[in-house]
């Protein structure tokens, strides 16, 4: 009788534990699934993977095991022109995303039509599959869907990438990873507010916008700029670059720390990147010394700053 007590205030510990952890974490998902999944969702799910976070895949956050996004405007298996059109390329053993191992997570109309239409039941982890986003009709409204182009049009991994060529190539997927992985959501949000952000930072987003991703990286603190839509302001490569390797390039008082580690040892020549030579001119230039700063090498194909940048220039 001494530990009666104990016994029943451990009991209903768990009681509050697991009825908070029902209300943080299951109701919403039902709430999710009860909402058609958007375009922006199925193109975000795409190009972001199965989980772009701590994964058994990618265990060190390396940003391994992610699909890959292309731009075509020839078809690979007819050589025909076509339409430019996105597609989200799965290599053989790359896992697929919420919405093709649990079709129903897309919510009413989609997964009627990407299960009967766009025949993603036959999409196979093993010999990898090439996905599309496509239009189609459910109870007289237009819905976007995911089209499994393996099947629909007998578009191959392999084939895809050889026509796109690594310059229509974007590594997304992987880029949310080191976005994660260098803590970017600790300053930056992906959520503008319904206040006068919508000004400058664009709309906020919508629920189905997030159906199907993993993690969502709202951001925990908005000490930057909310680069939800960056893309849309500022598509430049060059400026990425320069903000990245040093942000005081681009803004002279800025508080953001030097990302230019992940550009590697190479440039995309092939070429060791002297950074301390680099720091050296640069230096020089802060103190006036020398009129323009030193040029920011080109990062290698194989790099992690092209990662990141590819995927902040998919925020639009």
């Not at 943080?24 to 193109?43: C, D, H, Q, R, W």
């Not at 990618?58 to 940003?63: C, E, I, Q, T, V």
């Not at 766009?118 to 996905?131: D, L, P, Q, Y």
């Not at 997927?173 to 503008?192: A, D, N, Q, Y």
């Amino acid at each position: 009788m001494a530990f009666r007590e104990y016994k029943i205030g451990a009991r209903l510990f768990g009681v509050a534990l697991g009825g908070s952890m029902v209300i943080t974490l299951y109701f919403p998902t039902v709430n999710m699934t009860s909402v058609a999944v958007t375009e922006i969702g199925l193109k975000k799910q795409l190009s972001y993977g199965r989980i772009s976070g701590f994964s058994y895949e990618d265990p060190f956050l390396r940003g391994e095991g992610k699909p890959k996004t292309v731009m075509l405007d020839t078809d690979p298996k007819t050589g025909a022109q076509i339409d430019p059109i996105e597609a989200y390329v799965y290599e053989a053993g790359v896992p697929f995303p919420s919405g093709i191992n649990h079709p129903r997570t897309l919510g009413p109309g989609v997964t009627q039509l990407s299960v009967d239409k766009g025949m993603i039941g036959e999409a196979n982890k093993g010999a990898g599959a090439v996905f599309v986003v496509s239009r189609g009709t459910s109870q007289g409204e237009t819905v976007t869907y995911i089209e499994n182009a393996s099947a629909t049009r007998g578009w191959q991994p392999s084939d895809v990438l050889t026509t796109a060529g690594d310059a229509n190539t974007k590594l997304v997927g992987s880029g949310k990873i080191m976005f994660v992985r260098e803590g970017c959501w600790w300053c930056h949000t992906l959520l503008p507010e319904q206040t006068q952000d919508w000004q400058y930072f664009g709309i906020p987003p919508r629920l189905g916008d997030f159906n199907g991703e993993s993690p969502t990286a709202f951001g925990s603190d908005r000490k930057a700029p909310d680069l939800l839509h960056v893309g849309s302001r500022n598509s430049s490569k060059e400026w990425m670059m320069m903000h990245f390797f040093n942000p005081r390039l681009v803004q002279p008082h800025s508080i953001m720390p030097r990302y230019d580690y992940l550009w590697g040892e190479k440039d995309a020549s092939g070429k060791s990147i002297d950074f301390a030579a680099w720091r050296t001119a640069y230096t020089e230039y802060q103190k006036g010394k020398t009129v323009y700063p030193p040029e920011v090498p080109d990062y290698a194909a194989d790099s992690e700053i092209r990662y990141l940048i590819d995927f902040v220039l998919s925020l639009k």
